[in-house]
């Protein structure tokens, strides 16, 4: 176990490596922050100074360097549109962006788990069906669009929730079901899928023959062998919010977490910190990943140790 | 000897049996047998195509108005049903131009983006599948380790980093795309062709001296397309989702061209007094990622052995 751990965490290790890798490549090799944050009519000289203040004229391996080593101690480089490490900038919005990931999971797994097994249990009934219809219309629309829906209907019809911002639990509930509805939507279904596989299998016809009831069945035997899958796709899901959904979402509620920061960051043309904020957010992700595949060896230990 | 020799020439003929016409009709009555049983399927189809025509040859359709016709003083006109007239069935936004004829202009923005990325994504990502699986050793090695970096670092964040360092654009926007997709292309692609690998056909093409190109191009491809298909649906319904949420940022068309992306960003300041714009282009993206969705759907369930046979035994007369 602890050989699988190491072994994994320095692979995860290796990925973040490369990935960063990546991004200095897009951001130093292809363009520079000095050029992206003048505009294009600045001079020459301008231009020169620019580079110079942000140390860009050295040659490409030793600012490489000074980038590799400075992600070592959590160094991701100055931001020059607010004039502070742009660390400190991504890790001040980055508990903002982690409660409405916290949010947003809670509804998922609230509502994929149950309506999954309800569809399992009436399967090809109407039960099944309204699921089915549920999660085909989740997943086709676009998640900002359900933020603007429930915005237009309970804050603005209804008033029943702030509109925008972020004041307590109350305004986390809007922007988590925007963002947890289409998640829960493709795992509901996933869930009733392996429930109704699991229904087949021998072990289960036995316990339905022996009189459990099939609701007994499905919470007690089924649903724990499908658990490691669900553990699984609610990683994915986790993963997808980190990197898509929290950014469109906190534009739409104006969240203050680190996705609408490095949509600012754009706006402003500061290169520098649209690279920390990607750099934290796919730190995130790999980190994700690496603590979905400790759970599945923890909930299934017939889980493989690749 | 003569062993080997049968064995040979039946595995060649399995492989030219694959690609062989009274194959392919069965299939496509198949297919049609399948889709008259399927309300999914049809809607799928129906969908699809009502939006594959109007984003084709939308703006010579009749009674539809110029989508960059501003006119201040019908502007925020609300749609027919709320008060509004005939002239402008859906509405006016804040510029008074007809939402109607914006969200006809849109869906050709939102079919070539999703068409384009997927397109790159599918031809790239089953290239390297198909070199990964059939090559194998380090190659395969390096093209998977490079498909697991992919996944931990998804469009969007490629996405914004790129149009950070180089402005927006709808090329952008394509490219983005396709980059995060081409790896699913390339895992599934594999997987099928590690299976493929040791059948007999290919053994076969391998033993009578044809270079792997040729085995990979006749003999490999052809079995892999309809998995291909399906998933280049699939994709297709995430292409057209990613082409809207980066519209909605303004990452890719930009004024004064419409998407419907775009108009949701610019009919946000208006959800009170003008609710239908956001409503109307959401539910525009809405009901063809629904139509896509459906028809892969549809194509799972066909491609799904069990329940074929199970539908065409239902056939009656079959």
């Given at each position: 176990?602890?050989?699988?751990?190491?072994?994994?965490?320095i692979a995860a290790a290796l990925v973040v490596f490369v990935v960063t890798s990546l991004v200095f490549v897009v951001t130093h090799v292809f363009t520079d922050p000095a050029t992206v944050s003048l505009p294009?009519?600045?001079?020459?000289?301008?231009?020169?100074?620019?580079?110079?203040?942000?140390?860009?004229?050295?040659?490409?391996?030793?600012?490489?360097?000074?980038?590799?080593?400075?992600?070592?101690?959590?160094?991701?480089?100055?931001?020059?549109?607010?004039?502070?490490?742009?660390?400190?900038?991504?890790?001040?919005?980055?508990?903002?962006?982690?409660?409405?990931?916290?949010?947003?999971?809670?509804?998922?797994?609230?509502?994929?788990?149950?309506?999954?097994?309800?569809?399992?249990?009436?399967?090809?009934?109407?039960?099944?069906?309204?699921?089915?219809?549920?999660?085909?219309?989740?997943?086709?629309?676009?998640?900002?669009?359900?933020?603007?829906?429930?915005?237009?209907?309970?804050?603005?019809?209804?008033?029943?929730?702030?509109?925008?911002?972020?004041?307590?639990?109350?305004?986390?509930?809007?922007?988590?079901?925007?963002?947890?509805?289409?998640?829960?939507?493709?795992?509901?279904?996933?869930?009733?899928?392996?429930?109704?596989?699991?229904?087949?299998?021998?072990?289960?016809?036995?316990?339905?023959?022996?009189?459990?009831?099939?609701?007994?069945?499905?919470?007690?035997?089924?649903?724990?062998?499908?658990?490691?899958?669900?553990?699984?796709?609610?990683?994915?899901?986790?993963?997808?919010?980190?990197?898509?959904?929290?950014?469109?979402?906190?534009?739409?509620?104006?969240?203050?977490?680190?996705?609408?920061?490095?949509?600012?960051?754009?706006?402003?043309?500061?290169?520098?910190?649209?690279?920390?904020?990607?750099?934290?957010?796919?730190?995130?992700?790999?980190?994700?990943?690496?603590?979905?595949?400790?759970?599945?060896?923890?909930?299934?230990?017939?889980?493989?140790?690749? | 000897?003569?062993?080997?020799?049968?064995?040979?020439?039946?595995?060649?003929?399995?492989?030219?049996?694959?690609?062989?016409?009274?194959?392919?009709?069965?299939?496509?009555?198949?297919?049609?047998?399948?889709?008259?049983?399927?309300?999914?399927?049809?809607?799928?189809?129906?969908?699809?195509?009502?939006?594959?025509?109007?984003?084709?040859?939308?703006?010579?359709?009749?009674?539809?108005?110029?989508?960059?016709?501003?006119?201040?003083?019908?502007?925020?006109?609300?749609?027919?049903?709320?008060?509004?007239?005939?002239?402008?069935?859906?509405?006016?936004?804040?510029?008074?131009?007809?939402?109607?004829?914006?969200?006809?202009?849109?869906?050709?923005?939102?079919?070539?983006?999703?068409?384009?990325?997927?397109?790159?994504?599918?031809?790239?990502?089953?290239?390297?599948?198909?070199?990964?699986?059939?090559?194998?050793?380090?190659?395969?090695?390096?093209?998977?380790?490079?498909?697991?970096?992919?996944?931990?670092?998804?469009?969007?964040?490629?996405?914004?980093?790129?149009?950070?360092?180089?402005?927006?654009?709808?090329?952008?926007?394509?490219?983005?795309?396709?980059?995060?997709?081409?790896?699913?292309?390339?895992?599934?692609?594999?997987?099928?062709?590690?299976?493929?690998?040791?059948?007999?056909?290919?053994?076969?093409?391998?033993?009578?001296?044809?270079?792997?190109?040729?085995?990979?191009?006749?003999?490999?491809?052809?079995?892999?397309?309809?998995?291909?298909?399906?998933?280049?649906?699939?994709?297709?319904?995430?292409?057209?989702?990613?082409?809207?949420?980066?519209?909605?940022?303004?990452?890719?068309?930009?004024?004064?061209?419409?998407?419907?992306?775009?108009?949701?960003?610019?009919?946000?300041?208006?959800?009170?007094?003008?609710?239908?714009?956001?409503?109307?282009?959401?539910?525009?993206?809405?009901?063809?990622?629904?139509?896509?969705?459906?028809?892969?759907?549809?194509?799972?369930?066909?491609?799904?052995?069990?329940?074929?046979?199970?539908?065409?035994?239902?056939?009656?007369?079959?």
């Amino acid at each position: 176990m602890l050989r699988w751990l190491a072994r994994r965490i320095i692979a995860a290790a290796l990925v973040v490596f490369v990935v960063t890798s990546l991004v200095f490549v897009v951001t130093h090799v292809f363009t520079d922050p000095a050029t992206v944050s003048l505009p294009l009519e600045a001079t020459e000289e301008h231009r020169a100074d620019r580079r110079a203040a942000l140390g860009i004229d050295r040659p490409l391996a030793v600012q490489y360097w000074d980038f590799v080593s400075g992600l070592v101690v959590g160094d991701l480089g100055e931001s020059f549109w607010q004039d502070q490490p742009a660390s400190k900038l991504v890790l001040e919005r980055l508990p903002a962006t982690l409660k409405l990931v916290a949010g947003a999971t809670a509804v998922t797994v609230l509502l994929a788990a149950p309506m999954g097994m309800l569809a399992a249990w009436w399967e090809r009934r109407f039960a099944d069906h309204a699921v089915l219809g549920f999660s085909m219309a989740s997943i086709s629309a676009p998640p900002f669009w359900i933020g603007y829906l429930l915005i237009i209907v309970f804050a603005v019809q209804l008033g029943w929730v702030p509109t925008f911002g972020s004041r307590g639990f109350i305004s986390l509930i809007l922007p988590s079901f925007a963002i947890g509805l289409a998640s829960a939507g493709r795992l509901a279904q996933m869930t009733r899928r392996g429930i109704v596989e699991e229904l087949r299998k021998p072990y289960a016809v036995t316990a339905l023959s022996r009189g459990f009831s099939r609701s007994y069945t499905i919470v007690h035997h089924t649903f724990r062998n499908v658990a490691s899958g669900f553990v699984t796709m609610t990683g994915w899901e986790l993963t997808r919010m980190f990197t898509g959904y929290t950014v469109v979402i906190e534009v739409v509620f104006a969240w203050p977490g680190v996705g609408r920061l490095a949509i600012h960051a754009i706006e402003n043309r500061d290169l520098i910190l649209v690279q920390a904020a990607v750099v934290v957010l796919a730190t995130l992700v790999v980190v994700t990943n690496l603590l979905v595949d400790i759970a599945r060896r923890m909930i299934d230990p017939r889980v493989e140790l690749a | 000897m003569t062993a080997v020799d049968d064995t040979m020439s039946s595995g060649a003929d399995t492989g030219a049996a694959d690609a062989a016409p009274p194959e392919g009709v069965t299939v496509l009555s198949d297919l049609r047998s399948h889709l008259r049983k399927s309300k999914a399927g049809i809607s799928g189809i129906l969908i699809c195509s009502v939006f594959a025509v109007v984003a084709t040859i939308g703006p010579w359709l009749p009674f539809i108005k110029d989508p960059a016709q501003q006119s201040l003083p019908d502007k925020l006109t609300p749609p027919v049903g709320w008060g509004g007239t005939w002239a402008h069935p859906l509405g006016t936004d804040q510029l008074g131009r007809d939402i109607l004829a914006r969200l006809i202009d849109g869906a050709r923005i939102s079919l070539l983006v999703g068409l384009a990325a997927v397109f790159i994504a599918a031809i790239l990502g089953t290239a390297l599948g198909l070199i990964a699986g059939y090559v194998g050793g380090k190659i395969d090695t390096l093209i998977i380790s490079a498909a697991d970096v992919q996944m931990a670092f998804p469009g969007v964040l490629a996405g914004l980093i790129l149009v950070a360092a180089f402005g927006p654009s709808v090329w952008l926007v394509i490219i983005v795309i396709a980059i995060s997709s081409w790896m699913v292309f390339t895992r599934v692609g594999r997987g099928l062709v590690l299976t493929l690998k040791t059948s007999l056909f290919v053994e076969a093409s391998e033993l009578s001296g044809a270079p792997s190109s040729r085995v990979m191009w006749r003999h490999l491809l052809p079995n892999l397309v309809s998995s291909l298909i399906t998933l280049c649906v699939l994709e297709l319904a995430a292409a057209i989702l990613s082409e809207s949420a980066f519209a909605f940022l303004g990452f890719g068309v930009q004024p004064p061209r419409s998407s419907w992306g775009l108009m949701i960003q610019q009919g946000r300041n208006y959800i009170t007094d003008g609710w239908w714009i956001v409503t109307f282009a959401g539910l525009a993206i809405s009901i063809v990622v629904l139509g896509v969705n459906l028809l892969s759907l549809w194509l799972q369930s066909f491609n799904d052995v069990a329940e074929r046979e199970q539908i065409i035994l239902e056939r009656p007369g079959g």
